[in-house]
């Protein structure tokens, strides 16, 4: 197995935990903090995971190569990896497959959100050979089926797609990205439960999409104006995939839920993303990860 063996579990974690937060604020990025999209890389090293066969997942930090990290649905996350570089230069002990996913779970506590319990132990791939297939990652233009087929891959059910997408309280879309444009919410880098409130209480219009966006398969969007705001001002937006939670009779309850219980999707989304960034990480007795559950049975016998 083509590993590389640089992890060590006695490094000092708290020393990386500050040093990324230190980094949060940055003025002239986005809306002043690169919070958000260190939480879209963390989703993404892990959003790959398929439960049948036992593949992608964070372990290996597969994104370093370009079968993975020149996938289109990671576009704009070499940002968030430029980001993590000073970190890992001060700490070379840390995987990155471990710096990336606690990197997003130090962001969301930041940006006000629940603590993430999050556990060491990742490698590195050497080579990109154990990379996973693109086109596991889920698709804006779609809809509950599409949701479905995506999540439940990886082992999630309904209120696990609702709570996760509970995500985009955070950040926002560019144009040059994923061609979807706009903010889900007011405060895009203060982590609450407003997402599921605009959803459910917003007018929201289809509205259609530039060239530019549709040539990256993004033709339209919902929109919405903020309540209070001045009609020149640039309206929220749903993606259709956001938009179709509240169309679906199984989804639907559950963000009616989260609108008007933010504890409970607090304490949801904390488990959730937890679980989202151990996907296909086993750790042997040595508290290293292994790739897969055979490889694990391979270690330990
Ligand atoms: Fe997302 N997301 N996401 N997302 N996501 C985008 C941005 C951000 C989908 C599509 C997009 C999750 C689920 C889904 C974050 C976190 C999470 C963008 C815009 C698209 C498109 C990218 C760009 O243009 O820069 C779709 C589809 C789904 C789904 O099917 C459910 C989940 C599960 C998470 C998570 O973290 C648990 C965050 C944060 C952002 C904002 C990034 C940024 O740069 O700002």
């Known amino acids: ?17 500050d040093d990324i937060m230190a980094i949060l604020k940055m003025k002239d990025y986005d809306d002043g903090s690169i919070g958000p999209v260190l939480v879209r890389l963390a989703w993404h090293s892990s959003g790959t995971y398929c439960k049948e066969t036992d593949t992608g997942g964070s372990n290996g930090a597969g994104m370093r190569y370009e079968s993975e990290g020149g996938d289109p649905a990671n576009a704009g996350l070499q940002h968030a990896r430029t980001f993590l570089e000073p970190i890992k230069e001060k700490h070379p002990w840390i995987t990155y497959a471990d710096l990336w996913t606690l990197a997003g779970c130090v962001a969301i506590k930041a940006m006000g959100g629940p603590d993430v319990p999050w556990k060491a132990g990742r490698s590195d791939f050497a080579d990109e050979s154990l990379n996973p297939p693109r086109g596991r990652l889920p698709d804006g233009a779609q809809a509950a089926d599409h949701l479905r087929h995506i999540f439940y891959r990886m082992g999630f059910n309904d209120q696990e797609i609702v709570a996760l997408s509970g ?8 144009t040059d990205r994923s061609g979807f444009d706009g903010a889900w919410v007011v405060q895009p880098t203060r982590f609450s439960n407003q997402y599921y409130k605009l959803l459910m209480k917003l007018d929201w219009q289809k509205k259609k999409l530039s060239n530019e966006s549709a040539e990256k398969g993004a033709s339209w969007q919902w929109v919405a104006q903020a309540p209070g705001a001045d009609e020149d001002e640039p309206p929220l937006m749903m993606l259709p995939t956001d ?5 679906d009779d199984s989804f639907r309850p559950w963000v009616e839920k989260y609108a008007e219980d933010r504890d409970a999707f607090f304490k949801d989304f ?19 990860a292994r790739f897969s559950h055979l490889e694990k049975g391979k270690y330990d016998s």
Do not use: P, T, W
């Open 243 to 247: 938009h179709s939670l509240i169309e």
């Open 270 to 288: 904390s488990a959730v993303f937890a679980k989202l960034v151990e996907l296909g990480v086993y750790r042997g007795e040595d508290g290293i």
């Open 1 to 17: 197995m083509s590993v590389q063996e640089n992890h060590q579990l006695s490094g000092d974690f708290d020393k990386v935990r």
């Open 167 to 174: 995500a985009h309280n955070l950040g926002r879309c560019h």
